[in-house]
């Protein structure tokens, strides 16, 4: 029974955490994020047609230069190795009004409020496109755009993983549909990064919490298997 349930889990994780190569990646709903406070919202509205699982994050609103810097979503994320990682993102920037979010992975991230600080360091330009796109995660910063990537220390896979990305608001109307998460650091376009959209599995397991809840973490279950008779 003991050697069943392992072998389910593994099923399980396998399609959270899959491996291309020797690359991790991970695809995340953004309504599914573990914390949304408003006026960041979960919306299913006409004007983001054909979201993945038909839903999106956004502060609702008209595209308004500096508007927003309130609201955000984090997502608990558990990383199974150290190592660089890069973050894509799902998206619609209606025009360059409402093309950026403000983005912190901690602990790779200094534990600041990139919207009181306004550190541009943290400023995500978006790729303007009126439909769903796929854009890497950068610093926009006043000499230009920068593709980030977020190191993690061994420590932090030892102490279960856990990692928090937050997207917060930073103009009114843009919208994220997924996060995909890869060790692929040096992929500069979407297909490169073999970027996709969450699956039916993704979904479950990220519901469920085996590997983005804080409360459900593979450690621990892994560690109440291993207590199995």
């Not at 979201?51 to 608990?76: D, L, Q, V, Y």
Request: aromatic share 10%.
């Amino acid at each position: 029974m003991k050697n069943l349930i392992v072998f389910a889990l593994i099923i399980s994780l396998s399609s959270f955490i899959s491996v291309n190569g020797k690359d991790i990646e991970i695809a995340l709903e953004a309504e599914l994020a573990q914390k949304i406070k408003e006026p960041m919202i979960v919306d299913d509205d006409d004007v983001g047609k054909n979201a993945s699982n038909g839903k999106f994050i956004w502060m609702e609103g008209k595209p308004k230069e500096g508007g927003g810097g309130r609201g955000w979503a984090e997502f608990i994320i558990n990383l199974p190795e150290s190592g660089k990682y890069a973050l894509w993102g799902h998206v619609t920037a209606w025009d360059g009004n409402s093309d950026s979010f403000w983005v912190t992975w901690q602990p790779a991230d200094p534990n600041e409020d990139a919207q009181a600080t306004q550190n541009k360091q943290f400023r995500w330009g978006v790729a303007g496109g009126p439909v769903w796109h796929w854009d890497r995660i950068n610093h926009w910063l006043d000499a230009g755009t920068f593709d980030r990537e977020w190191k993690f220390k061994k420590d932090v896979i030892l102490k279960g993983g856990d990692t928090v990305l937050r997207i917060a608001v930073r103009e009114d109307a843009t919208m994220l549909d997924a996060i995909f998460v890869t060790s692929n650091v040096k992929a500069k376009a979407p297909g490169e990064a073999n970027v996709r959209l969450p699956t039916k599995k993704d979904i479950k397991i990220q519901v469920e919490g085996l590997a983005v809840n804080q409360k459900g973490k593979i450690t621990t279950t892994w560690a109440k298997i291993k207590s199995l008779p």
